[in-house]
């Protein structure tokens, strides 16, 4: 069992900033892929960032340039720099992980509880 915590969401004004983290604990064996997705109102869910093991990221064209996503290995952790916020980057921000528990286990996703993240002036 993995449980992800996230921390860093808020209200900003825009072309403020904000930094997400999330961090995995439990039965850990390797952290894979992690990435930031969110979620606005009547929108689906959508991949904002993401992160290999080896550092390889991925970004949602409406934010390159403007968010940075990292990891710690060490922590177990995840983070999402964000600067430069526009209003349409007001979602539900979900941190996802994939675990492998044990060397013979497969690879299982784990989802953030949410964390809210509101850009107003």
């Known amino acids: 069992q993995v449980q992800l915590v996230e921390s860093g969401g808020g209200l900003v004004q825009p072309g403020g900033s904000l930094r997400l983290s999330c961090a995995a604990s439990?039965?850990?064996?390797?952290?894979?892929?992690m990435g930031w997705y969110r979620q606005a109102p009547g929108k689906q869910r959508e991949l904002v960032a993401d992160?290999?093991?080896?550092?390889?990221?991925n970004y949602a064209d409406s934010v390159k340039g403007r968010f940075t996503i990292s990891r710690d290995n060490a922590k177990n952790t995840v983070y999402l720099q964000m600067n430069s916020l526009k209003p349409e980057d007001t979602a539900v921000y979900y941190c996802n992980v994939n675990v492998k528990a044990y060397s013979g286990s497969l690879t299982r996703s784990y989802w953030g509880q949410g964390t809210q993240v509101t850009v107003s002036s």
């Open positions: 992160i290999t093991r080896a550092a390889s990221t």
């Open positions: 439990g039965t850990i064996f390797s952290i894979y892929t």
